[in-house]
């Protein structure tokens, strides 16, 4: 197969590929069961508990992604833009399941994996299983480091915190549905100085209020 298709040359711009020669390339075309799915705009992709059994590539469109407490007393939603990979680190270990709602915001083109094609991909490709352990190690990196960061000296600096580690990703449009009590009950604040602290910050620029949401356009600007 001719590994200049369009095909091939858009599986090279997904993370998991990126790297791979043409004649890896070439034999993976030959001998991988890929599916395809497009999603139309306001539909959803995967829902939270959905069972994890296959890796989700996003090749063309924009996501929204939805993340909730779990007692469903606060969420966020926020985008997600191709190319990009679904929660991959969910379809292995304990837990095997999504833990965001990802619905298309414009029209969605997907490639598919299975989990044993994964498995035959890891064992075949050596390029391939080091960019989905870099993939992994990476977020687990990251996720032991935050506990070591120097924590805010201020409120607002608290605010963003907690907006943060809440989201997939570190920049771009984000809105928070969360009630003044509630931020300020997680943030063992008064509501008071929650609502001065996010007024100033209205004030600023930096994110909008709304009755029950908190909308930041662009989230590395906080």
Not at 36 to 43: D, I, P, T
Not at 119 to 126: A, N, Q, W
Request: hydrophobic letters at 35%.
């Amino acid at each position: 197969m001719n590994t200049r298709s369009p095909f091939s040359l858009a599986l090279v711009t997904l993370p998991l590929f990126q790297g791979m020669g043409k004649a890896d390339l070439t034999s993976i075309l030959g001998q991988t069961k890929f599916g395809f799915r497009k999603v139309a705009e306001g539909k959803p992709v995967v829902k939270e508990h959905d069972a994890c059994t296959h890796l989700h590539f996003l090749q063309k469109g924009t996501l929204t992604v939805e993340s909730v407490a779990d007692d469903h007393g606060y969420r966020l939603t926020e985008l997600l833009a191709a190319p990009a990979i679904l929660q991959p680190e969910h379809l292995f270990g304990l837990h095997q399941h999504y833990t965001r709602t990802f619905t298309a915001k414009t029209f969605c083109q997907f490639i598919t994996l299975d989990k044993m094609e994964v498995i035959r991909l890891m064992s075949d490709y050596e390029i391939f299983r080091l960019n989905l352990l870099n993939t992994l190690t990476a977020q687990t990196q990251k996720a032991n480091r935050e506990c070591w960061h120097i924590p805010p000296t201020t409120l607002e600096g608290h605010i963003t915190r907690f907006i943060r580690r809440h989201c997939l990703t570190p920049d771009g449009e984000k809105t928070l549905h969360i009630k003044m009590t509630r931020l300020a009950t997680e943030l063992n604040d008064s509501r008071i100085d929650i609502s001065h602290a996010l007024n100033d910050m209205q004030r600023r620029g930096l994110l909008t209020l709304y009755r029950g949401r908190i909308c930041i356009p662009q989230l590395e600007k906080l």
